[in-house]
């Protein structure tokens, strides 16, 4: 987005940042399906490890693969190029963004198959307490894929300039390359998480039970959470495009502040999971417990930078002046958004390791398809409060979710949450 916001011609570059902004909210819904079935892998994993059960985890893996791909990834691909130009003209799209959002859409949901089979990987690499093997493929894989994006984006090395779909072409490309690499890891390790493609696939119902039991109230978590998002940036694009590209870039820029409440929580997930297998309740809390203060310590960090250099980091993606100014007024909001949004992730982590996927189902129904959208329709259409508005309104949020999901955890009661 920062490329993109580079390119010489100013509106080109504003249509091109709102255009990725309208095309990674259907985008986010599907990998969120995703996901909410790797958060049963995780558990899943997590459990067999800390019981001494690792020779169940092999088969674990093959059903995470084979599920994500047959019944969400190939499917909502196929779905997503056939319908993409309706489904951007339901986002919102003007008609400086709309052929530009579909031409990214279409590339990218290539890509997507290829993520969410790295993703399925990822959560049983994470149940195991594996993160460096992801992290030293993401580090390669994304370093090619930024090389990748200045080449395409601005024609560099005698490449041609494809703008947006440079973008597209990149990302797809680095996504396709992660697969190869993880898939020759898992032929060729001798660790715990393996691909046996000798012994073949077999059906294990208990498996298939637990990744439902624990996948269904994450799957509608997290379609709830994307939907309130996509229906809250849909709002918040009838302000026009300039103050939406001030959106996106906030939107990016929050993204990146939920990675270290997002990587505690994985690590409150793991941990929690494990103990809970080997029957170490008080451990496990203690886990969820010094990830909360880890990640709450960088959250502080990153609230007060947000704050302080709001501007100079919104001149990043943007030399539009009114982009810059309103980026920057936002960020500010973002900064009080921050100790709350770390809690709630990590303290949610903790939950999924366990199994217990209900209650942050229950906080992100309250928080983000009742609070978030209800008050940013208040302060946008009848206040008119404009950009501002829309951003207390997801201050608002986090700060309801992180209440409903800390006194869950306080309760004790996911301690007892079996699985078979």
Request: glycine fraction near 4%; proline fraction near 5%; hydrophobic fraction near 50%.
């Given at each position: 987005m920062i490329m993109l916001g580079r390119i010489p011609d100013p509106d080109l570059s504003a249509a091109s940042?709102?255009?990725?902004g309208l095309t990674n909210q259907?985008?986010?819904?599907?990998?969120?399906?995703?996901?909410a079935l790797n958060v049963g892998g995780t558990a899943i994993t997590a459990r067999y490890i800390g019981a001494q059960k690792t020779d169940k985890i092999p088969n674990v893996?093959?059903?995470?693969?084979?599920?994500?791909?047959?019944?969400?990834a190939i499917p909502l691909s196929i779905l997503g190029i056939r319908f993409s130009e309706e489904i951007i003209h339901f986002m919102g799209a003007k008609k400086d963004t709309l052929e530009l959002a579909v031409l990214y859409f279409r590339i990218v949901l290539i890509g997507f198959i290829f993520q969410s089979y790295n993703f399925a990987i990822s959560a049983a690499l994470r149940g195991a307490g594996n993160t460096k093997t992801t992290l030293r493929v993401n580090l390669s894989v994304n370093l090619i894929n930024v090389i990748g994006n200045a080449v395409l984006i601005y024609g560099l090395f005698g490449f041609p300039a494809l703008g947006i779909a440079g973008a597209g072409i990149s990302t797809t490309f680095s996504n396709i390359l992660a697969s190869i690499i993880l898939t020759i890891y898992l032929l060729r390790t001798k660790g715990i998480i393996q691909l046996k493609l000798k012994n073949g696939f077999r059906l294990d119902k208990n498996i298939v039970f637990n990744l439902v039991k624990i996948g269904?109230?994450?799957?509608l978590e997290q379609m709830a959470l994307r939907i309130g998002i996509l229906l809250f940036v849909k709002t918040?694009?009838?302000l026009g495009t300039v103050v939406f590209a001030s959106h996106q870039i906030c939107l990016s820029i929050l993204s990146l502040s939920f990675n270290p409440g997002q990587a505690f929580g994985i690590a409150a997930s793991s941990l929690v999971g494990q103990n809970l297998g080997a029957r170490n309740f008080s451990?496990?809390?203690?886990?969820?417990?010094?990830?909360?203060?880890?990640g709450s310590i960088i959250s502080t960090m990153m609230a007060i930078l947000f704050f302080i250099f709001g501007p100079q980091l919104a001149s990043l993606y943007s030399s539009i002046p009114?982009?810059?100014?309103?980026a920057s007024k936002t960020l500010k909001i973002?900064?009080?958004?921050?100790?709350?949004?770390?809690?709630?992730l990590i303290l949610s982590g903790g939950l999924r390791g366990a199994g217990d996927t209900f209650w942050p189902l229950i906080s992100t129904f309250i928080g983000v398809l009742g609070i978030r959208l209800i008050l940013a329709a208040l302060f946008i259409k009848v206040f008119h409060f404009g950009l501002t508005g829309a951003w207390i309104a997801v201050f608002i949020d986090q700060f309801v979710r992180w209440g409903i999901i800390y006194i869950r955890f306080n309760t004790g009661k996911w301690k007892t949450v079996t699985i078979q």
């Open positions: 940042i709102a255009a990725v259907p985008l986010y819904i599907g990998l969120s399906l995703v996901q893996l093959s059903h995470i693969i084979l599920l994500t791909l047959g019944l969400l269904i109230p994450a799957s918040v694009a009838d451990q496990a809390e203690e886990c969820a417990k010094e990830a909360r203060k880890m009114e982009v810059i100014s309103n973002i900064a009080f958004v921050q100790p709350f949004q770390s809690s709630q």
